[in-house]
């Protein structure tokens, strides 16, 4: 995507939909990556970890296979994420979890810090991205860890 | 319909055409490609589905049965009074719903006719969707279909609530922005958590659910894959919800009714 398209979109997203959404962080799509981080404490991966297994966050675990052996029970939907780390760059990740659709429009992989566009979501989620900004980071340093096969 | 019991005899006659079929001939579990969820359940859930003396949705069967000779209502009248034996008069209707419906000008499907019938004919009260009476004798009529292929008519002044049940089935929707496809008709077979996806068949219902320890219409079964998904569902019994239920009987063309399924 254009890359100044994508700073304006997010803006625009972000005025249009006002003070609910200040919760969305304004971010830049560069080459497939979302470069920077979204927030300026780095990411935590114990945090991550955490985070990812949470099935109030709607756990990764429901499409994906994991090196979390603990857990009963993963999917399938997705690619294993075993090795993910050394697939790709900590920005290719952060788009993979804030925006999948800027890669694919057609994915399954939900967009996991976005609010805005979707439709009928149920009164308690309205507005509310899936992870907060920090989580989004404590998710990407973990995915980043997981670098062996 | 029109209002007047002959017409409902003679309805009910036309009905029984449907009982080509002999009474214990089942349609193949997987018809052109579509198979029902009955294939991607467990030996042992499976055999339990089989078992006419195990399977947990024969109670319903059984309570239905009893509400259908019930007499309720001020005209003094049951089920039985009009459509005498349901072997044959109830063969082959659930496999043709929901169906348009003229005095309405829009869907009914089998629990919203069992409603008509006792507002418009018994003097009775419309039982709740989803209630354990509404279910059980929705069970009872399905059940007289077992082995018969779904055949929805979708033409004519069907036509507009079938295209509006296909943009429900292919919308996405809620928190995870998923539509029924992603996972249905791209992922059955494949593991979601702890789930085997099935390809979303509406043949079996209402089917006795493990997870709900109870049985369930097509209706609840929309109202739960869309909370699982965090989007707003729909009222059991609404327009919406009728319209997705012809596009997905539908899509589920020439699979035997299965009535009651037992499933996860």
């Known amino acids: ?149 | 319909m029109s209002g007047s019991r002959i017409a409902v005899i003679a309805a009910a006659g036309a009905f029984s055409a449907a009982a080509a079929f002999g009474a214990d001939e089942i349609a193949s579990y997987e018809v052109e490609g579509r198979r029902s969820g009955f294939l991607y359940m467990t030996e042992e859930t499976r055999a339990l589905q089989e078992d006419a003396f195990l399977n947990p949705g024969m109670f319903a069967v059984e309570e239905g049965e009893a509400l259908w000779n019930l007499v309720e209502g001020d005209e003094g009248e049951s089920c039985a009074s009009c459509h005498e034996d349901a072997a044959e008069t109830m063969r082959g209707v659930a496999a043709r719903y929901p169906v348009f419906d003229e005095k309405r000008g829009g869907l009914v499907n089998l629990e919203l006719r069992i409603n008509e019938m006792r507002t418009s004919y018994m003097g009775a009260e419309p039982y709740p969707y989803e209630s354990d009476e509404l279910l059980a004798l929705t069970t009872y009529v399905a059940n007289q279909s077992r082995g018969v292929p779904m055949a929805v008519e979708i033409d004519g002044p069907a036509a507009p609530f079938f295209e509006q049940g296909r943009t429900f089935y292919e919308t996405r929707r809620g928190q995870l922005d998923l539509a029924c496809g992603h996972c249905h008709d791209r992922h059955p077979g494949d593991m979601l958590r702890g789930d085997v996806l099935s390809e979303g068949h509406v043949n079996g219902f209402p089917i006795f659910r493990m997870l709900w320890s109870s049985m369930g219409s097509r209706h609840r079964m929309f109202e739960w894959c869309n909370t699982s998904l965090r989007a707003e569902p729909y009222p059991l019994g609404s327009e919406e919800y009728l319209a997705l239920e012809l596009y997905v009987a539908w899509r589920g063309r020439g699979l035997p009714i299965e009535t009651p399924a037992v499933r996860r």
Do not use: W
């Open chain 1, 1 to 149: 995507m254009d890359k100044r398209l994508a700073i304006v979109a997010a803006l625009a997203a972000l005025l249009a939909a006002g003070p609910a959404l200040a919760q969305i962080a304004a971010y830049e799509i560069v080459e497939g990556a979302i470069p920077q981080p979204l927030t300026d404490s780095p990411g935590n991966p114990a945090r991550g970890r955490q985070i990812v297994r949470d099935l109030d966050k709607a756990t990764c675990l429901i499409c994906h296979p994991m090196p979390i052996p603990e857990e009963p029970n993963h999917g399938q939907i997705g690619p294993s994420l075993t090795g993910v780390g050394a697939r790709y760059t900590p920005g290719e990740l952060r788009l993979r979890l804030v925006d999948p659709k800027a890669l694919n429009p057609d994915t399954v992989m939900p967009s996991y810090h976005r609010g805005e566009d979707l439709y009928r979501v149920l009164d308690r989620f309205e507005n509310k991205p899936i992870y907060s900004a920090q989580e989004v980071e404590d998710v990407v340093a973990y995915l980043a860890s997981l670098d062996r096969q």
